[in-house]
């Protein structure tokens, strides 16, 4: 079966830096998505990785590694609007997305 | 660009009645839409993909004929849930895929049903 794996929940301090890791076994792969998603409201597109490697883009980074089946979201400098959940999502054979059930992150001041 | 809305945003309705929510993509030609359904603190489930003038597939366990889609031209897709029930609230989000895109999904807002 295919199956991601992300961590229910997370509590980082406004300034910081916090990880939030996905593991995933799909039939194929076509690349991995990171979404944020605020409570009530649709998922908003952060990252997308095909390659090995990390790609940065302001406070957000993520990073890939297909052979590990393992990819990251790096956030810096955390800001209390940061708090949201954060959605890893693979591309697998048939183009179609399959959804972790997302990382709650909890900002304290 | 890239932009997509539903409609309505929200939505109250009595048991027994149907009623239908609207995807558009404002600004692209949306190929594929998808349609997911998201119940309070737990992911993204999705219910069916459409291609623009084909029937909906729909993933298992979810009832076609309760759900229809109906995805008439490239930026319109309709999803109806008929004769609903209290258990079919939710918070329901489309999403669309244009043509040339890494695969990514643009979504909708979302609507948020409430059947009573």
């Known amino acids: 079966g295919q199956n991601i794996d992300q961590p229910t929940e997370m509590t980082a301090t406004e300034g910081a830096i916090v990880q939030i890791n996905c593991t995933y076994q799909?039939?194929?792969?076509?690349?991995l998505f990171w979404y944020q998603q605020h409570a009530g409201e649709a998922p908003t597109f952060l990252s997308y990785?095909?390659l090995d490697g990390l790609e940065e883009k302001g406070r957000f980074s993520s990073f890939l590694s297909r052979s590990k089946g393992y990819s990251y979201l790096l956030l810096k400098e955390l800001q209390m609007k940061d708090s949201a959940s954060y959605l890893c999502a693979v591309v697998d054979s048939n183009y179609q997305l399959i959804w972790g059930a997302g990382t709650k992150l909890i900002i304290k001041p | 660009g890239a932009v997509v809305s539903q409609h309505p945003s929200w939505v109250i309705c009595k048991s027994g009645t149907s009623v239908k929510i609207e995807c558009r993509s404002l600004d692209f030609q949306a190929t594929t839409m998808f349609w997911y359904r998201q119940f309070p603190k737990q992911s993204l489930m999705l219910m069916a993909t459409s291609n623009e003038g084909s029937k909906a597939t729909y993933e298992q366990g979810v009832e076609k004929d309760k759900f229809l889609i109906n995805h008439a031209s490239l930026t319109l897709s309709t999803l109806t849930v008929t004769s609903a029930h209290p258990e079919d609230s939710s918070f329901y989000i489309c999403s669309a895929r244009g043509t040339g895109e890494p695969y990514e999904q643009y979504f909708g807002p979302g609507t948020r049903l409430t059947v009573t």
């Open positions: 990785n095909v």
């Open positions: 799909t039939s194929g792969f076509n690349g």
